[in-house]
């Protein structure tokens, strides 16, 4: 499979992963607590962890021949 044909494959994949996880994250942050300190904490581990699922996909669209 060419390199140009896997990063196609792999900016789909990244699209419909962020999509699916931002609609999660919005919807399960309506049920936590309305406490500061809960939505910081919630929202910026949602914020940071959403790059771990993408790593093999992003390493396998970079890979080479």
Known sequence: M???????????????FLTAYVAVVATLGDRIPKHWAFQVIYFGLAGVLWGVPLLPLISWMNRGR
């Open 2 to 16: 060419s390199a140009r044909v896997r990063k196609l494959i792999g900016m789909v994949g990244i699209l419909a």
